[in-house]
């Protein structure tokens, strides 16, 4: 696997696009990154660059908004999911060293 970010990671989409892909408005795609939802990143002139999953991830959000869900919920939510993909990872990576190791396999 490499380095590199997939395509539905790297943040190349401006926030006019997103707008138009999500039917969200601009105030309401900042008020998400205000409430720690969600996380472009800036070019060295300040503009927010999105990627694909960022994309899918408002679509999400603005969901649970008009289900009534709250932000700080959500928040909560994407925590624990964060946490426990992090765990899995762990953990695959340990059953993994356990199988080099019974089978006498290293790492060059």
């Known amino acids: 696997m490499s380095n590199e ?21 601009e105030r309401q795609i900042r008020y998400y990154e205000e ?14 660059k999105y990627s694909f999953a960022d994309i899918e991830l ?4 603005a969901e649970k908004i008009e289900d009534g869900v709250q932000t700080f919920e959500i928040r909560q939510e994407m925590m624990k999911d ?16 356990q199988l080099n190791a019974q089978f006498g396999i290293r790492k060059a």
């Open 5 to 25: 970010a997939s395509y539905k990671d790297k943040k190349v989409i401006t926030i006019g696009i997103v707008r138009e892909l999500t039917g969200l408005s």
């Open 35 to 48: 409430r720690k939802l969600i996380f472009p990143e800036r070019t060295p002139g300040g503009s927010r």
């Open 58 to 61: 408002l679509m999400d959000i």
């Open 82 to 97: 964060k946490k426990k993909a992090e765990q899995a990872k762990l953990r695959k990576k340990m059953i993994q060293g």
